[in-house]
């Protein structure tokens, strides 16, 4: 019976994660990212097939996570597709509620992760938060990315 109840309440935790996500992905992102996460050819980039290869490179897991904390603005390129605007900081957002979002983006859509994916959690955020970056230091960490084929 203990047992039931602990993959009962796992299993609500589970739920309640992604859900938290979701809802802050609706509130902040959506109107640029779209609810497709595929963006707007041109002005904002797609998330969806993106950011679940982003996460899985070196250095990829810490850039997404300063991307979304401190902002970001100059050129991109993905898939060939080039975006030149600006993000925002989104660092007035709780340490939960970026690694919420974090799981959400990399995880949904038409994406998949690798079995072994460890979940974005708070303690992370706090720790790269401490760090203070402003728009080109986040420009240079995705420079630095190395992408295979
Ligand atoms: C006002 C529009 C806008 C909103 C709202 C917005 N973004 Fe962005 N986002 C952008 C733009 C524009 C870029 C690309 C900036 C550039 O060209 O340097 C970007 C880039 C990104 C990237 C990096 C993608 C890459 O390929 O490196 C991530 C991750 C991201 N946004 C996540 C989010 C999340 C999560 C939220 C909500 C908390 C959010 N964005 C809200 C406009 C927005």
Not at 33 to 54: E, M, Y
Not at 64 to 92: C, D, H, Q, R
Not at 109 to 122: G, K, R
Request: glycine residues 10%; contains cysteine; hydrophobic residues 45%.
């Amino acid at each position: 019976m203990r047992y039931l109840i602990s993959i009962l309440v796992l299993t609500f935790l589970a739920v309640g994660f992604a859900q938290d996500g979701e809802a802050v992905y609706s509130t902040n992102c959506v109107a640029c990212h779209q609810a497709t996460g595929d963006g707007l050819p041109g002005a904002f980039p797609n998330l969806n097939g993106n950011v679940s290869k982003i996460v899985v490179v070196e250095g990829g897991r810490d850039y997404l996570i300063k991307a979304v904390l401190f902002g970001m603005m100059g050129e991109i390129t993905i898939a060939e597709n080039t975006f030149n605007g600006a993000m925002p900081a989104w660092g007035s957002l709780s340490d939960e509620d970026i690694a919420g979002v974090l799981n959400y983006i990399v995880s949904s859509w038409e994406q998949e992760l690798p079995e072994d994916f460890a979940e974005f959690t708070a303690e992370e955020v706090a720790t790269a938060r401490a760090e203070e970056l402003n728009f080109d230091d986040v420009l240079a960490l995705r420079n630095a990315l190395v992408f295979g084929e």
